[in-house]
């Protein structure tokens, strides 16, 4: 075996562990034993050695004042954030027992573990935590806050999440940035798209809010929330009627063409025009640049799927690049996400084998304050919490704070800092960070897998989650030898089985998924083809032909579209000092009509609610949003005062597919504070 035995000095290549499409390759710069400097990899093949602000200023995190280095317990009332210090030995001691406790009462599933991609390390995220709370028979998560309806309805197109290899985007000559924010949020697509824009490529890009990415597009297309699949069907409609689509393609490799030949004739421009307030001419002009445009690129955001009708819009658009035969020419296609191209062993890596058959519960994240409050048979009587911050993320952040604050709920939280959800728990155990951990990335976004080895020793007491996990099984007596396994062998039984190769991660750190080139000859829909029209939905209740749902009708007169922005990552980072200063604050971008209209001037505070919560911020008044829509960026700690959580707002409706997060299909009222 390979030595990874730390050195006090030197440079390392590493791997950023955020929930960030671009994954990039580091490169730590250490001298007495610390971190001195985060930068990029210029060996790492795609993102080349360019990494973003946030991650530049790391350090600030790794080795900020509030950073815990030891367990702590609650001393105050919950939600206060008083806590004493106390040993791993007793904090270990109070969760078994009262875990036992809870077995013998209420059974296993009364525990609930609530985790997201805080660190996107496999072994840390989706790893030696299944195999445990598998063993413990807990009930089990729905991890579905981010892109589940997205995925569900992509792969309803196309069968699963895999799309373009970004790295051949370069030879795009039409770039679509649909609902994606990409500047801030995926930046090395911007650079790829910038070296296609030097050989003539065109840039469009279609959202709801003209920020950075609007900005440095060639062509903005502004949108009404939720109404892209209006916009997609009209280009369809456009396609089909003009003769721009591949005739030859689509029946090779689709289903249900000229069943969508017909369907789209009602979905014409005037209409189309009328729901998505795009001109009709606008949607000319963008259908036949699409249709006459080889190759054409779509790069499918979050941000449209995190609606109501969020599946089916990226089921719908996902179809596009079928209509023009894309997916056969280099860096034509389209990516919602790339998170199935890269294999390796789930089964072995997770060990469901360890849930013995028991068929345990699963609970959805985005209900998990109804959830905290409602649920019976057995209620959740314990939350442990890693990985994520539900106080801040999820929605209806009211629900939840009511929820983590009852007082017959046992909480744990393993995390680096007392987040707005830590404040509630009776346990705070202190991590590790992904640089002092063994771990493998996958990217959602590129097709490379990449290493990580512990660069800098623990933190204080910080343990990372699979050490934590390892603890927690021995203090309940389990034997199975898999609760045991070291992060080594985790890694190698789940890479024995991969599509990458080990030389090259050996070599390099990173290593690229080999991929067979016929794909489309076989894809794993049910007919093995592109499906414009599925069998398949139509059996689980939704149209089989894509079609336009609009939003549901509430009171509120405004669509309050809160996404993330530039300098956090989620809520990760709004708790440095530093990076919130990168930013202007939370500020809400409404229409200079409707600032008109209700007396608001730009810079005075506006208050905004419904009837789940306010929330108050500075105005900016003018054109980056249509009228009757109003936008913030940012989920900002309750440490940036005279602000409140935007999730107060959000509703905890669950998305036509996949029971995804609705973020953006909220609603709301708006004054003049
Ligand atoms: N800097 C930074 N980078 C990040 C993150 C972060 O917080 N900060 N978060 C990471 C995570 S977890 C994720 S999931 C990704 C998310 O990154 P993206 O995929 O970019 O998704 P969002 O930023 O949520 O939304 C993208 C855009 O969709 C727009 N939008 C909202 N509703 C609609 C609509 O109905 N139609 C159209 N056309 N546009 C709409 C929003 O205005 C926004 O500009 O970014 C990752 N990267
Ligand atoms: N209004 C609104 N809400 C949103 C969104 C939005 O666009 N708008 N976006 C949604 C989306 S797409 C997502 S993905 C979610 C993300 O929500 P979360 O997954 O909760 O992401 P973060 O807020 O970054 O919280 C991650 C936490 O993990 C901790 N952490 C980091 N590394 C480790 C580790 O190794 N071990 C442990 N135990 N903890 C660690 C960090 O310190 C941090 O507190 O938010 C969702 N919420
Ligand atoms: S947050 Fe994204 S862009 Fe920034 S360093 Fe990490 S992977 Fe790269
Ligand atoms: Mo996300």
């Not at 036992?100 to 991609?117: C, M, N, R, T, V």
């Not at 409707?594 to 730009?602: E, R």
Request: charged share 25%.
């Amino acid at each position: 075996m390979e030595d990874h035995s730390i050195q006090r000095n030197g440079v390392f290549k590493s791997v950023c562990p955020l929930d960030c499409p671009d994954q990039c390759g580091l490169v730590l710069y250490k001298k007495d034993g610390k971190i001195k400097k985060v930068d990029g990899d210029l060996d790492h093949p795609v993102t080349k050695g360019a990494i973003c602000n946030k991650v530049r200023h790391m350090t600030e995190r790794l080795y900020d004042k509030k950073r815990i280095g030891h367990p702590l317990k609650r001393v105050g009332p919950k939600g206060e954030g008083r806590f004493k210090r106390i040993s791993w030995e007793e904090a270990v001691k109070i969760i078994t027992s009262a875990w036992q406790d809870l077995i013998k009462k209420e059974g296993p599933e009364s525990i609930l573990p609530y985790s997201f991609y805080g660190n996107m390390g496999r072994i840390s995220a989706e790893g030696m935590d299944r195999r445990f709370f598998h063993r413990l028979g807990a009930s089990r998560l729905k991890r579905t806050i981010c892109s589940s309806a997205g995925a569900a309805g992509y792969a309803f197109t196309m069968g699963g999440s895999f799309g373009t290899d970004p790295e051949e985007t370069v030879h795009a000559k039409l770039f679509i940035m649909w609902g994606i924010n990409a500047v801030s949020t995926n930046m090395h697509q911007v650079t790829l798209a910038q070296q296609a824009r030097k050989n003539g490529a065109k840039i469009v890009v279609i959202d709801v809010h003209k920020n950075q990415t609007g900005r440095w597009g060639d062509w903005f297309i502004p949108i009404k929330p939720g109404t892209d699949t209006a916009l997609a069907l009209g280009m369809m409609h456009v396609l089909f009627e003009e003769g721009l689509t591949d005739e030859p393609f689509m029946k090779k490799y689709t289903v249900g063409h000229e069943e969508l030949r017909d369907h789209v004739k009602v979905y014409n421009p005037y209409t189309v025009s009328e729901i998505t307030g795009v001109p009709v001419e606008d949607i000319y002009e963008l259908a036949r640049l699409y249709g006459k445009t080889t190759p054409s690129f779509i790069r499918i955001g979050n941000g449209i799927q995190h609606h109501d009708n969020g599946g089916m819009c990226i089921r719908t658009i996902a179809c596009l690049p079928a209509l023009t035969g894309q997916w056969l020419q280099k860096g034509g296609g389209a990516i919602k996400g790339n998170g199935s191209v890269i294999q390796f062993s789930q089964y072995a890596l997770q060990r469901p084998d360890l849930l013995e058959k028991k068929t345990t519960r699963a609970i959805n994240m985005n209900s998990i304050g109804k959830e905290l409050i409602d649920r019976e048979d057995p209620p959740i009587r314990s939350l442990y919490v890693y990985n994520s911050n539900p106080a801040l993320v999820a929605p209806e952040s009211n629900k939840v704070r009511k929820g983590l604050k009852r007082e017959d709920l046992f909480t744990v939280v393993h995390d680096m800092f007392i987040t707005e959800t830590a404040k509630y728990a009776d346990i705070i155990l202190p991590a590790a960070s992904s640089f002092e951990s063994t771990d493998f990335y996958t990217s959602y976004w590129h097709h490379y897998m990449q290493l990580q080895y512990p660069v800098v020793e623990h933190y204080k007491e910080s343990k990372t989650n699979s050490e934590v996990f390892r603890l927690l099984a021995e203090a309940l007596g389990f034997k199975e030898k898999e609760l045991y396994d070291s992060d080594e062998v985790m890694l190698r039984e789940a890479l024995k089985h991969s599509n990458v190769e080990w030389t090259d991660l050996k070599e390099n750190h990173y290593g690229k998924a080999l991929r067979s080139t016929n794909i489309l000859d076989d894809l794993p829909t049910p007919s093995g083809k592109i499906e414009l029209l599925s069998k398949r939905m139509e059996k689980l209740g939704h149209p089989p032909l894509p079609t336009y749902v609009p939003l549901p009708e509430e009171e509120e007169p405004f669509l309050f579209v809160p996404g993330p922005n530039h300098s956090f990552l989620n809520s990760t980072f709004s708790n440095n000092e530093k990076h919130r200063k990168l930013e202007k604050g939370p500020i809400l971008h409404i229409h200079e009509d409707d600032a008109y209209a209700k007396g608001i001037k730009n810079w005075d505070m506006v208050k905004i609610w419904n009837n789940r919560g306010q929330c108050k911020m500075k105005a900016a008044a003018g054109q980056n949003v249509l009228p009757g829509v109003v936008v913030c960026q940012g989920l900002w700690s309750d440490e940036a005062r005279g602000f409140s959580n935007v999730n107060t707002l959000t509703p905890d409706r669950l998305s036509d597919m996949g029971e995804g997060a609705v973020f953006f299909s909220s609603r709301v009222h708006m004054e003049k504070a």
